[in-house]
């Protein structure tokens, strides 16, 4: 029996080996998967801001073009120079900002935090296991992104700057600019790469062999599967990516052509290359990557929110295996649509139908998940607290951006809004008030078991009505300026092209002027978004301490994480945990309490 | 408090913790390989006709090295399932044979690299004449120089080099064909030793990843694949050395770490095996 049952006899020895540890090894080097998850999400979070920040000041840069950034652009200038010459954004910082604000918000900021923060706290818990399967390797996993981190923020200050060739990082552009901060992006992905291998080796192998006795795969809380599934997407997507990389850094460091075509121009001359390489490997080698990044962004959130619905509707998940199936389907139709991002570069009618079909074919998973989370809701004793708020308002947000991702999905509607600000708008959508309000709501739930106290309601609800406003005015109208034809990547904002008059005619051409207005108030959105953020910030830090204490279980919810002392020991649980139900097991009929918790035996 | 199943199978899974590990982590290394090996296909589909190279690596040194890294992979089986006879001593031999092995293929490869670094490709400016590859001479420099490029002839000022191009040599098939590695067999004909101005020279590479997509892919291919040999190569080291005390301690355990790691080196010759017939024969 002794591989089947974790006993709770050990526990009194361990904790006497836990205190031999000592700070660093308990803290700084620790191997325990809840320490590792503070870690990740602390770090995460940080660059949460920072990446923000970035947006906050190319923002400023697009609705006043050439005037200097109030606040910072002083403290910009001190810090990098020549390219924030009199707090002035020059065209470089703006596309420095802009590449590493996609790389952290993705790699740096919401992944980690969703996937590997959530994931490293919570999953070992839900499942019953004492810890990950390998806790050393999850220890190196968190290093490695840290170190990627490192590389990733010491761009910013090398000569030059950090990387300027976008997140997608597109051949030759990229590999031609004449900076290092290419070669340092190429690394820190290289590390941050390793880590997302190390991790979703050890969330496989833990949810496969670590499950408790009587945890069945239909008795896995839905946010485990939605990790489950995500680990899949990043154990396999992530290689090519890396093969893209070290490709890219052989043609940065090595001089060699893998995405250089033959007689390809550099400063107006011809490249000293030997050529023959395509540009467009590169950008099937990054979206096969890339568009699973999509869902692994998206799947954690949907199985936060789908824990915290659950939990305060106080009834089951409606269509716990239909949404099981939902998340499996995406899983695999994730690695067949990825060229959906690809339709401008000529590669044929043919191939453009099929990726377009599978492309409309995975949003019915998509939609079937979040059909179920509203039917959920229907009958329910709704418990609006701020977590759920978070969880509510990421539901017609998440559906917000998945229908205005469809024209983008048909290639003939993608032909006018490719590369515009509606692109921005949709992704957003789904990422920004969707992914990291879910990722809110799940910091405001999981809180108190982390620290044993709660975070003040009150100012979670302010953080939360302000930030869902500024939102909302921050990424709606850019659906108006992406339709009218705003580019994306423009550096002053499309104020070059707005109101050019055609000569012969006398009809504006350019953008209107309405349309480039809106970029005042999208901007002044986004400073409201920032002020939104201080008593989140503030809250996080005070509640540590003065918060208002609670016990074991205060949202009285049903799945494993919650029967465990606060803050879990070091081993998660103090008796044997068997587990005789399913996951959501609210409210049921003639039962003592609401809530039925897993380890509840049946008495019948 | 130890985690479950690190020496003793699950029953529903039928597998201990790091068999199962090895397995994922193999999966990610298929896609690693797999992306690399669709790029060298993308790459050669689109190469324009006639320029992607052939014959430029020795078939000999490569069959004798992907004979050392399959032997290699008896060894290491043999060394798994003498641990699991009981015998210790046999395992020591076996284990000890791999990693000779593994040390012998990271030589052969070596001297192969070395063989290329110093071996040279001329274009000229003159469109009409064709390309030269061979070894050079240059002034100021012993023996067959390293990593030379056009740039540093310029940037040295130096006029005139002196090439030994290589024998053309008469490939089955009947095609003409300048010859690489092949051509040291003594087959063809050596022609005369020409003197070249740098002048003339629009590129000259020697074959580094640079030389052309063909270099590039092999070199990131076999690279990449060295370093899986040398990672795995250490791995079974420690196992031999340091690492075999376990034996002592926790037999079942320890053969289980032979057996991870001897599923991960069958899946470095399993790449060479791939590698061998796209790079060399195809």
């Known amino acids: 029996m002794q591989h089947t049952t974790h006993t709770a006899p050990h526990e009194t020895s361990h904790e006497h080996h836990h205190e031999d540890l000592g700070f660093w090894r308990t803290y700084v080097f620790s191997t325990d998967h809840k320490i590792i998850g503070i870690q990740y999400a602390v770090t995460s979070l940080a660059f949460l801001f920072f990446g923000f920040c970035l947006m906050l000041a190319m923002r400023w840069q697009i609705a006043y073009p050439g005037e200097p950034i109030p606040v910072v652009g002083k403290l910009l200038e001190t810090i990098l120079g020549e390219t924030a010459k009199g707090g002035i954004m020059s065209p470089d910082l703006y596309n420095v900002f802009g590449a590493m604000h996609g790389t952290i918000m993705v790699f740096l900021a919401v992944v980690p935090l969703a996937f ?245 074919i995975i949003s019915i998973p998509s939609v079937i998940i979040l059909t179920c989370l509203f039917i959920t809701l229907w009958g329910g004793s709704i418990r609006f607290n701020t977590p759920m708020l978070f969880a509510l308002a990421f539901l017609p947000m998440f559906g917000l951006g998945g229908l205005t991702g469809l024209p983008l999905g048909f290639s003939f509607a993608d032909l006018h809004l490719h590369d515009t600000y509606y692109v921005i708008a949709h992704f957003h959508y789904i990422v920004a008030p969707g992914t990291i309000f879910a990722l809110f709501a799940g910091v405001y739930y999981w809180y108190p078991k982390a620290t044993g106290r709660k975070m003040n309601e009150f100012w979670g609800k302010v953080h939360f009505w302000v930030s869902f406003i500024a939102m909302n005015l921050i990424f709606q109208p850019m659906f108006a300026q992406g339709m009218a034809g705003m580019h994306r990547r423009m550096y002053d904002g499309g104020a070059t092209y707005s109101g050019v008059l055609d000569p012969e005619t006398g009809d504006v051409v350019g953008l209107e002027a309405f349309i480039i207005n809106l970029n005042k108030g999208i901007t002044h959105a986004a400073m409201l978004m920032a002020v939104a953020q201080l008593p989140f910030i503030i809250n996080f830090f005070y509640s540590m301490f003065k918060g208002e204490k609670v016990d074991d279980n205060p949202w009285k919810a049903t799945t494993l994480e919650w029967q465990t002392p606060t803050p879990p020991p070091h081993g998660n649980f103090t008796k044997e945990i068997i587990v005789y139900r399913g996951p959501y097991d609210y409210s049921l009929p003639g039962a003592k309490e609401d809530y039925t918790p897993q380890t509840e035996p049946n008495h019948k | 408090m130890d985690v479950p199943y690190t020496t003793k199978p699950r029953s529903d899974t039928g597998l201990y913790n790091a068999k199962l590990g090895i397995w994922l982590f193999l999966a990610s290394e298929v896609m690693l390989f797999g992306a690399l090996f669709s790029s060298y296909i993308l790459l050669r589909v689109n190469a324009l006709e006639g320029t992607w190279p052939h014959g430029l690596l020795n078939i000999p040194i490569g069959t004798f090295n992907t004979a050392v890294l399959i032997s290699s992979s008896i060894t290491v089986v043999m060394a798994w399932a003498s641990l699991k006879l009981g015998k210790f001593n046999h395992f020591k031999i076996y284990q000890g044979l791999t990693i000779l092995c593994a040390l012998a293929f990271m030589v052969i490869k070596s001297v192969e690299y070395k063989d290329k670094f110093t071996h040279y490709e001329v274009w000229f400016n003159d469109h009409e004449k064709k390309s030269i590859r061979g070894h050079i001479e240059v002034p100021g420099e012993e023996g067959n120089p390293w990593f030379m490029t056009h740039k540093k002839l310029a940037e040295r000022k130096i006029e005139t080099i002196k090439i030994h191009p290589d024998p053309k040599v008469t490939v089955a098939s009947g095609k003409e064909a300048h010859g690489g590695a092949e051509a040291h067999d003594g087959h063809g004909d050596h022609p005369p030793v020409q003197e070249i101005k740098v002048a003339d020279i629009k590129r000259l590479s020697a074959f580094v990843p640079a030389h052309s997509t063909y270099f590039a892919i092999y070199f990131t291919l076999t690279a990449l694949h060295a370093l899986h040999v040398m990672g795995g190569a250490l791995v079974m080291a420690y196992l031999w050395g340091p690492g075999s005390k376990m034996w002592k301690t926790d037999p079942e355990r320890f053969t289980n770490r032979i057996e991870v790691s001897g599923l991960f080196w069958h899946f470095v010759d399993l790449v060479w095996i791939f590698l061998f017939p796209v790079l060399y024969l195809l």
């Open chain 1, 116 to 360: 590997a923060g959530f994931g490293n706290y919570v999953v070992p818990l839900q499942i019953g296991a004492i810890d990950m399967t390998f806790p050393r390797i999850n220890m190196a996993s968190y290093w490695s992104f840290f170190i990627g981190c490192v590389v990733m923020f010491f761009s910013f200050f090398i000569p030059g700057g950090a990387a300027q060739g976008g997140w997608t990082s597109y051949s030759p552009l990229a590999s031609t600019i004449p900076t290092d901060g290419q070669t340092y992006w190429l690394i820190g992905m290289v590390l941050l790469i390793t880590s997302s291998l190390l991790g979703a080796v050890n969330f496989i192998a833990t949810i496969i062999q670590l499950r408790a006795p009587g945890m069945t795969w239909m008795r896995l809380p839905f946010f485990v599967w939605a990790q489950f599934v995500t680990a899949f997407l990043l154990l396999l997507a992530f290689p090519p990516l890396e093969a893209a990389g070290i490709m890219q850094l052989m043609d940065k460091v090595f001089g060699t052509s893998f995405f250089l075509p033959t007689g390809l121009m550099v400063g107006g001359q011809v490249a000293d290359i030997s050529g023959g390489g395509s540009p467009l490997l590169w950008q099937h080698l990054f979206w096969f990557l890339a568009h699973p990044e999509v869902y692994v962004l998206i799947l954690p959130a949907i199985g936060i929110v789908a824990e915290i619905i659950a939990c305060n509707t106080r009834k089951t998940l409606w269509g716990y295996r239909s949404l099981v199936y939902s998340v499996l389907a995406i899983g695999f139709i994730a690695f067949i649509v990825w060229a959906h991002h690809m339709y401008l570069t000529g590669m044929g009618t043919k191939i453009s139908a099929f990726f377009q079909t599978t492309t409309m």
